[in-house]
Protein backbone atom coordinates (compact mmCIF):
# COMPACT_ATOMS: atom_id res chain seq x y z
CA UNK A 1 0.00 0.00 0.00
CA UNK A 2 2.78 2.69 0.48
CA UNK A 3 4.48 2.19 -2.49
CA UNK A 4 0.80 2.86 -4.56
CA UNK A 5 0.87 6.05 -1.96
CA UNK A 6 4.16 7.29 -3.32
CA UNK A 7 3.60 6.64 -7.25
CA UNK A 8 -0.05 8.39 -6.63
CA UNK A 9 2.09 11.60 -5.08
CA UNK A 10 4.88 11.39 -7.89
CA UNK A 11 2.15 11.89 -10.26
CA UNK A 12 0.09 14.34 -9.38
CA UNK A 13 3.33 16.63 -8.27
CA UNK A 14 4.79 16.22 -11.80
CA UNK A 15 1.12 16.19 -13.00
CA UNK A 16 1.36 19.71 -11.36
CA UNK A 17 4.61 20.58 -12.33
CA UNK A 18 4.16 20.27 -16.10
CA UNK A 19 0.55 22.16 -15.58
CA UNK A 20 2.61 25.22 -14.25
CA UNK A 21 5.05 25.34 -16.79
CA UNK A 22 2.21 25.06 -19.53
CA UNK A 23 0.27 27.97 -17.62
CA UNK A 24 3.59 30.27 -17.07
CA UNK A 25 4.22 29.65 -21.19
CA UNK A 26 1.21 31.11 -21.81
CA UNK A 27 1.41 33.89 -19.83
CA UNK A 28 4.70 34.86 -21.22
CA UNK A 29 4.59 34.26 -24.35
CA UNK A 30 0.54 33.51 -25.51
CA UNK A 31 -1.26 31.51 -27.53
CA UNK A 32 0.74 31.65 -30.63
CA UNK A 33 4.09 29.23 -31.31
CA UNK A 34 3.00 27.51 -28.00
CA UNK A 35 4.52 24.19 -28.63
CA UNK A 36 8.04 25.88 -29.78
CA UNK A 37 7.82 28.29 -26.92
CA UNK A 38 7.18 25.05 -24.34
CA UNK A 39 10.05 23.34 -25.47
CA UNK A 40 12.28 26.31 -25.25
CA UNK A 41 11.38 27.36 -22.58
CA UNK A 42 12.12 23.32 -21.16
CA UNK A 43 15.14 23.31 -22.42
CA UNK A 44 16.35 26.53 -20.70
CA UNK A 45 15.38 25.37 -17.69
CA UNK A 46 17.33 22.36 -17.96
CA UNK A 47 20.39 23.57 -19.10
CA UNK A 48 20.19 25.64 -16.09
CA UNK A 49 20.11 22.80 -13.92
CA UNK A 50 23.07 20.80 -15.94
CA UNK A 51 26.43 20.97 -15.34
CA UNK A 52 28.72 23.14 -17.52
CA UNK A 53 31.49 21.20 -19.17
CA UNK A 54 34.57 23.44 -18.57
CA UNK A 55 36.04 24.97 -21.90
CA UNK A 56 38.94 22.65 -23.34
CA UNK A 57 42.51 24.72 -22.71
CA UNK A 58 44.85 24.81 -25.19
CA UNK A 59 48.12 27.08 -25.49
CA UNK A 60 46.84 30.27 -25.39
CA UNK A 61 45.71 30.12 -21.24
CA UNK A 62 48.72 28.92 -20.26
CA UNK A 63 50.71 32.09 -18.59
CA UNK A 64 54.04 32.13 -17.77
CA UNK A 65 56.50 30.95 -20.35
Known sequence: MPMIW????LFW???????????L??????PANYV???????????????PRPEPKKDDKHKTGK
Open 36 to 50: KNFQDDLYKYQSSFA
Open 6 to 9: LFRK
Open 13 to 23: IALFLIATHGF
Open 25 to 30: VLFEHG
